[in-house]
């Protein structure tokens, strides 16, 4: 069976549990799988990248935020990111404005220090939340390269609805290996070797 669509992976995962009376759970089953996995995986297919204009001690983190890669000023320089305990000993020893040099996530929104004098341009990579499937988004990059993932990880989440099912210890090491190999091809598709030019003819 092709599993390509939201659709589809309903389908799949009712005729696995070989039930015809889930319609209406199975979009939560995918839901808590879907949170579930952007917590396991990590692939540079989530990475995004955005440039804002930086004027403030305090930023929103972006909404499909997961966790950051890195932060740059566009005219050069990498800002570093720190703990609570090192930001609090920094704003104890000066609260002085100026270009920043550090920042950390706190309660939904970076904090930055030292506050920033001027507006500047920054450039931030982050890895984001999975585009979470409905019928209005019907695919995405998972789904298309690695729907087992899906599968298995919603067949999980099943069991503390149906209360038994012998199979989940085997869906959940389908769904572990389903993840360990997402995670590895991020590392084989990330470093690659070096390219090389054929002679021009």
Do not use: C
Not at 11 to 20: E, G, M, P, Q
Not at 139 to 163: E, I, K, T
């Amino acid at each position: 069976m092709a599993i390509s669509t939201y659709a589809e992976l309903k389908t799949a995962i009712s005729d696995f549990l070989n039930r015809d009376d889930l319609d209406a759970v199975v979009p939560t089953f995918i839901s808590l799988a879907e949170a579930r996995i952007n917590r396991d995986i990590r692939h540079w297919k989530q990475e995004k990248r955005v440039s804002t204009t930086l004027d403030e001690q305090y930023e929103n983190l972006p909404s499909d935020y997961i966790e950051g890669i890195s932060m740059s000023f566009r005219n050069g320089g990498q800002l570093t990111n720190i703990s609570s305990a090192e930001m609090q000993r920094r704003k104890e020893v000066s609260t002085a404005t100026g270009k920043p040099r550090y920042f950390r996530v706190i309660a939904d929104q970076f904090e930055f220090y030292p506050a920033p004098g001027d507006a500047l341009e920054i450039d931030f990579t982050y890895f984001a939340k999975i585009e979470a499937l409905s019928d209005a988004a019907p695919s995405n990059w998972l789904l298309s390269d690695y729907p087992d993932v899906y599968l298995y990880g919603s067949l999980v989440q099943s069991a503390p609805y149906l209360d038994e099912d012998q199979r989940t210890a085997t869906w959940a090491a389908l769904y572990q290996s389903g993840v360990d190999a997402v995670n590895r091809d991020n590392m084989t598709g990330r470093y690659v070797g070096p390219l090389k030019m054929g002679a021009p003819r």
